[in-house]
Antibody, heavy 119, light 107 residues
């Protein structure tokens, strides 16, 4: 069964870069029917899609975060990553990585990791 | 961008009740809609995709319907473990979007 696990600092200073990695186990990151996504949930708010990355490196981004977000993939380690530059308190959230089946849904999720941006 | 509007935002119900949550899309998305359940401290869990197809392992009391711009998630007989927040999401086109969520609480 596929498992995803987020890792990275739980505390980031305001104006610095937030960086997270998702490690995929129990399956290959190089599948052709899916891509890999990041979703976040700020406190007391709903889910927000950040972006997706395909194993070839192709990306799609939420327009609201496009200028600050970068997604990348490392197929040799079965990992994909998110960096979010110029972090502010508004970026404080639980961040999830997930597998996205094209045209369908996010069918496998990591447990989530809380990132707090402090001033 | 495709906006998804869920109603109600908050729902209070009792064990055994039948409840329906609706999701309205700002433009037609055929049957490209998924539903998720999220409990406190847990990751979202996929319940339904393609508007009405139940994900493996999801109890049959959950069902989805709709196409175009109007969709619904129905729980036929609420169980204690169903009290959670529910989200719809459209995979029709980028940017991917979620509804604002419906919080289902015990009456």
């Amino acid at each position: 069964q596929m498992q995803l696990l987020e890792s990275g600092p739980g505390l980031v200073k305001s104006s610095e870069t937030l960086s997270l990695t998702c490690t995929v186990s129990g399956g290959s990151i190089t599948g052709t029917s899916y891509s890999w996504g990041w979703i976040r949930r700020p406190p007391e708010m709903g889910l927000e899609w950040i972006g997706n990355v395909y194993y070839t490196g192709g990306t799609e981004y939420n327009p609201a975060l496009r200028s600050r977000a970068t997604l990348s993939v490392d197929t040799s380690r079965n990992q994909f990553s998110l960096t979010l530059s110029s972090a502010t308190a508004a970026d404080t959230a639980v961040y999830y990585c997930a597998r996205y089946m094209f045209g369908s849904s996010f069918d496998s999720w990591g447990q989530g990791t809380l990132v707090t941006v402090s001033s | 961008d495709i906006q998804l509007t869920q109603s109600p935002s908050f729902l209070s119900a009792s064990v055994g009740d039948r409840v329906t949550i609706t999701c309205r899309a700002s433009q037609g998305i055929s049957n490209y809609l998924a539903w998720y359940q999220q409990k406190p401290g847990k990751a979202p869990k996929l319940l339904i995709y393609a508007a009405s197809t139940l994900q493996g392992g999801v109890p049959s009391r959950f069902s989805g319907s709709g196409s175009g711009t109007e969709f619904s998630l129905t729980i036929s007989s609420l169980q204690p473990e169903d009290f959670a927040t529910y989200y719809c999401q459209q995979p029709h086109s980028y940017p991917l979007t979620f509804g604002q969520g419906t919080r289902l609480e015990i009456k």
